[in-house]
């Protein structure tokens, strides 16, 4: 039974009306449709129990509209903008600052809002504007309210752009509150970081990366689209040597703060190349194993950074978490071509009620 909130001009659950087992048997059969090669490989889909499927989703990127009165956020389905202010996907966080938001914000007049970005305690709204809007109606009642929900950073950002890019290098102006907070693990993260909705399950994916890694101080670890530092900090507490890279600035200024003694690259993977060619080799001079861990955006691994793996840099065994069945088919055909071979495929459902799935692919070299 769907939870009442639900818009049903929302194309965003694909499987709202799925029982469970309904979910999980679709998610696997697309799973097994699109890596038919390592089918064998393939085990059951990995969730939450039935309690947790719903009101998960603490970070949300929502579109504002000025409806009724007020503004309102939801999604849009071919320019049709859909109100989902009550949600039953969103977590009680989530929920509770549209709620206050909508009691409290302005007209339009001088006040563009065209996002609402959450990520858990950091809230940020995205002005479709270059002018300073007047914020009279931000009070200390306002605050106040919004830290008693959990809020602990709350930001405008300036940026007249807005919806071809979320955030730009334009004005950001503080209401309150922190530019970093911490999760119940420690992790330092800020208002436009990426962040997994359902830790304990992508805690079990990296648990499960990190046996089959099989680190230990003579282990020597390319962490590619290392994202705030989650899993480095994994590796070095295991006692390994690592290395990452990532492309955001806010990520790499997080995973400074939750991993200070990881070496850690900005930019682009393939164009980092270069500097962690360099790394392997000087520890693979060492003795050390050369080992991979990728968690790359929906289009995979970069193709000059699979001619790298392939040709030059040999990890001798690699755990790929793709949120992309088909582009982690593509990248995997290609790595199997060039002396690996895939050993487990677990798909783990870290989007219930949606028609997403990610894959964790553990591959080694063969030989």
Request: a positive charge.
């Amino acid at each position: 039974m769907v939870p009442a909130g639900c818009n049903w001009l929302c194309r965003a659950c694909a499987h709202r009306e799925f029982t469970q087992e309904q979910s999980l048997e679709h998610k696997l059969g697309f799973v097994c449709k699109m890596l038919k090669a390592w089918e064998h490989t393939i085990e059951p889909v990995r969730s939450v129990s039935l309690s947790e499927r719903w009101h998960y989703r603490a970070k949300v990127s929502l579109n504002a509209q000025w409806l009724n009165n007020q503004w309102t956020f939801g999604t849009l389905n071919r320019d049709e903008f859909i109100p989902i202010p009550q949600c039953p996907i969103h977590a009680p966080i989530v929920a509770k600052t549209i709620e206050t938001l909508q009691r409290y914000l302005p007209s339009p007049n001088n006040f563009e809002l065209a996002f609402l970005q959450q990520t858990q305690a950091q809230c940020v709204m995205v002005l479709k504007q270059r002018e300073t809007p007047d914020t009279k109606w931000f009070s200390q009642t306002t605050e106040d309210e919004l830290r008693s929900i959990g809020i602990e950073g709350f930001w405008i950002h300036l940026n007249p752009s807005a919806g071809r890019r979320m955030f730009e290098k334009t004005r950001w102006i503080n209401l309150f509150g922190e530019k970093r907070t911490q999760t119940e693990s420690g992790l330092w993260y800020g208002p436009g970081a990426f962040q997994q909705l359902i830790p304990k399950l992508y805690n079990e994916s990296v648990n499960e990366a990190k046996a089959f890694l099989k680190l230990t101080k003579h282990s020597a670890v390319v962490d590619l689209y290392c994202g705030v530092g989650a899993t480095l900090r994994e590796w070095i507490g295991s006692g390994s040597t690592t290395l990452g890279v990532e492309l955001s600035g806010e990520a790499i200024e997080c995973a400074k703060l939750n991993v200070p003694d990881a070496n850690i690259l900005r930019g682009a993977c393939r164009h980092r190349i270069p500097q962690f060619a360099q790394w392997t080799k000087v520890k693979r001079d060492e003795g050390k194993e050369v080992l991979l861990y990728v968690n790359p955006p929906r289009t995979g691994i970069e193709s000059q950074v699979l001619e790298w793996i392939a040709q030059e840099g040999k990890p001798l065994r690699i755990a790929y978490l793709s949120c992309s069945p088909g582009t982690l088919s593509k990248n995997l055909t290609f790595l199997c071509e060039h002396e690996y071979r895939v050993t487990r495929i677990i798909p783990y459902d870290f989007f219930p009620q949606t028609k997403h799935i990610e894959c964790l692919a553990l591959v080694e070299l063969r030989g």
